[in-house]
């Protein structure tokens, strides 16, 4: 079974400052892999995804991903930070082959300091 | 990608009773899925919400608990039958809009307090 670990449950940047989240996923194949983004008291708006060919991937609002199969990993970048952006994000991994199950990571809360 | 509502967007409820949770889509979609996101936590798929048929649950999820109906392509409903405080939660659909597409979109979900 498929599985999503998220290390860090809050990071606190500075506005304008780069971010990481990271991400690693455990699956037998090549996973879909997607982070999505849950603002509060909203539900999650998809950043962005990734399914193959360019491992790394754009999404919107500056974020960008970049899949690596040697280290299972996902990890999320924004090379500057807005105060906009707290939030709490969600990485997830999608099984392959026509199977539709997402399983989520736990979460990491974006604190965004002025 | 869809645009998704729900209602009721939150409510407050006494143990025991029960609640139906409406999700609408704009266009017709492939599938359907409830999740349950608990508080302080990741998200928990409930089941497959499927068109004509039973739904398909999860790994302790029971259609006693949490019947499903998906009367159409762009219609879904969850009920969380016989509620108790455990059952707080924010309670999500999303939609896979066609069968080559594996990516899901959310609703703003609904968010539940059971007293």
């Known amino acids: 079974a498929q599985s999503v670990t998220q290390p860090d449950i809050h990071i606190t940047v500075s506005e304008g400052a780069s971010l990481e989240l990271r991400c690693n996923y455990s699956?037998?194949?090549?996973?879909?892999l997607f982070w999505y983004v849950q603002s509060p008291g909203q539900g999650l708006q998809l950043l962005l995804k990734?399914?193959?060919?360019?491992?790394l991937v754009q999404g919107i609002k500056g974020f960008e991903a970049e899949f690596k199969r040697s280290q299972s990993s996902f990890n999320l970048r924004k090379p500057s930070v807005h105060w906009s952006d707290a939030a709490e994000y969600f990485c997830a991994v999608g099984t392959t082959g026509g199977g539709n199950k997402l399983t989520f990571g736990t979460g990491t809360q974006l604190k965004v300091e002025l | 990608s869809a645009v998704i509502s729900q209602k009721p967007s939150r409510d407050i409820c006494q143990r025991g009773t029960s609640l139906t949770i409406q999700c609408q889509v704009d266009s017709q979609v492939t599938m359907m899925f409830w999740y349950r996101q608990q508080p302080g936590q990741s998200l928990t798929l409930i089941a497959t919400?499927?068109?004509?048929?039973?739904?398909?649950?999860e790994s302790g999820f029971v259609i006693d608990k949490f019947p499903i109906s998906r009367p159409n392509l762009t219609f879904s409903t969850l009920t969380v039958s016989n509620m108790s405080p455990e059952d707080s939660s924010i309670y999500l659909c999303s939609v896979k809009p066609r069968d080559y597409q594996e990516t899901q979109y959310f609703g703003p979900g609904t968010r539940l307090l059971v007293l």
């Open positions: 919400a499927n068109q004509g048929s039973e739904a398909t649950y």
């Open positions: 699956y037998g194949a090549t996973p879909y």
């Open positions: 990734y399914f193959s060919g360019d491992t």
